[in-house]
């Protein structure tokens, strides 16, 4: 059964990148736990003005049963080299890429098995 979950904001791949609020978690997270869940729950985010890094993602990333990213594309290969970061530290860590990027191009998700 999961007990820890993590959510991610990955940053943005270039320089000057905006910030936005992270709506989308609250959403997921009401949803999760209206089937149940009663785990432990966090968000990071690594957009400017919240600053998560990348070694406290990993940190919290490799202790959580399942780490959701949200990315758009400019976020998506961060979302990506972190989530392979993670499951090199916990292979056992479920690791899930959602968000614009995955909605618009899925192929590339599912190109991808290095991080699965």
């Not at 940053?11 to 209206?34: N, R």
């Not at 966090?42 to 049963?65: Q, V």
Request: proline fraction near 4%.
């Amino acid at each position: 059964m999961l007990r820890r979950l993590l959510y991610v904001m990955p940053k943005v791949g270039f320089k000057g990148a905006f910030s936005w609020e992270c709506i989308w978690a609250g959403y997921l997270h009401a949803w999760v736990k209206a089937q149940g869940w009663e785990g432990e729950a966090k968000l990071l985010n690594a957009l400017p003005r919240w600053d998560a890094s990348d070694d406290e993602i990993l940190r919290e990333g490799a202790t959580s049963d399942l780490v959701g990213f949200f990315a758009t594309s400019p976020q998506y290969k961060h979302a990506l080299a972190l989530a392979r970061a993670i499951k090199e530290e916990n292979p056992s860590t479920l690791a899930a890429i959602g968000g614009a990027h995955a909605s618009a191009v899925p192929e590339d998700l599912l190109a991808d098995k290095s991080w699965d």
